[in-house]
């Protein structure tokens, strides 16, 4: 192994262990797809984490500068084909092996940036959000699983993106209680906090159904070593989504909605003999 692979070695090392600290659920999925599309999801993972980090949770530091930062370092880790940010440098290489283009990336970026300013938003300024902070995230693990693909990544495109706003939307009215009071923020287009009801929430659950109900067909076409994994967090965020839809509107303000990590494993086993049995 020459000395830029075992700087490469540990750079994935590091975005593995950033996932595993950070999400039990996505370590879980991660684990599920086929060995050759783990690191490379472990990857995107680090580099989605980091920056949501400095929007989300550095409150005693200036957040715009440490944005700014990060994204320069991202330009110069892309350019450079390389970066002493161990967790940059895993991007970069996953952006090179297959292929990302900086659009993905860029959109990405001006979504985490959105949330330094951005406490509410309207239609178009909510659909911006959804794009940049998990269709493209989307978009760059479907870049993985295709492995350069481009036809099969086409095809793919609008299946990945639905799943990927439906498990944001999933995320907004599970954290909705903490975004609000801790941050200020409120996502959903033109919503007013002091007045979410029920009509409201089944509304936004409308919504959520019509992108699962689009993106599954996707999932079914994907290949066989993302198949499973994929299908897992599908699964997850399904059962998240019922257990949302169960409760009345005020509860989501009182709590943060959680799957056990029990019944995260009980999940994967009953998601594994489906998709072995070909009933999915």
Excluded at 237 to 266: C, D, G, M, T, W
Aim: neutral net charge; contains cysteine; proline residues 2%.
């Amino acid at each position: 192994m020459n000395q830029k692979a075992l700087f490469d070695s540990v750079s994935i090392s590091c975005s593995r262990k950033t996932t595993h600290a950070y999400s039990t659920s996505f370590s879980i999925g991660i684990r599920t797809l086929g060995k050759k599309f783990r690191d490379p999801v472990y990857a995107i993972y680090g580099f989605v984490r980091f920056a949501d980090e400095i929007v989300d949770t550095f409150h005693d530091f200036d957040k715009a500068t440490l944005m700014k930062r990060f994204r320069e370092d991202t330009v110069n880790a892309i350019n450079d084909k390389i970066s002493l940010n161990p967790i940059l440098n895993s991007f970069q290489k996953v952006y090179h092996d297959f292929n990302f283009e900086w659009e993905l990336v860029d959109t990405f970026l001006k979504s985490m940036e959105m949330d330094l300013e951005e406490t509410e938003y309207d239609r178009r300024s909510f659909e911006d959000y959804i794009l940049g902070s998990a269709e493209v995230v989307g978009l760059m693990c479907l870049k993985v699983f295709t492995e350069g693909n481009q036809e099969e990544y086409l095809i793919q495109k609008p299946f990945a993106m639905r799943l990927g706003a439906a498990f944001q939307k999933i995320n907004f009215l599970r954290d909705m209680k903490a975004d609000y009071e801790a941050l200020g923020r409120a996502y959903f287009p033109n919503l007013d906090m002091k007045n979410f009801d029920q009509c409201t929430k089944e509304k936004i659950e409308a919504e959520i159904e019509e992108d699962f109900n689009e993106a599954y067909k996707g999932i079914l076409q994907l290949p066989k070593d993302a198949r499973f994994g994929v299908y897992v967090a599908y699964t997850y965020y399904v059962r998240l989504f019922q257990k949302i839809k169960a409760l009345p509107s005020h509860r989501i303000l009182e709590e943060r909605i959680r799957i056990p990590n029990q019944r995260k494993f009980a999940l994967v086993l009953k998601s594994y003999v489906q998709h072995n049995l070909n009933l999915l």
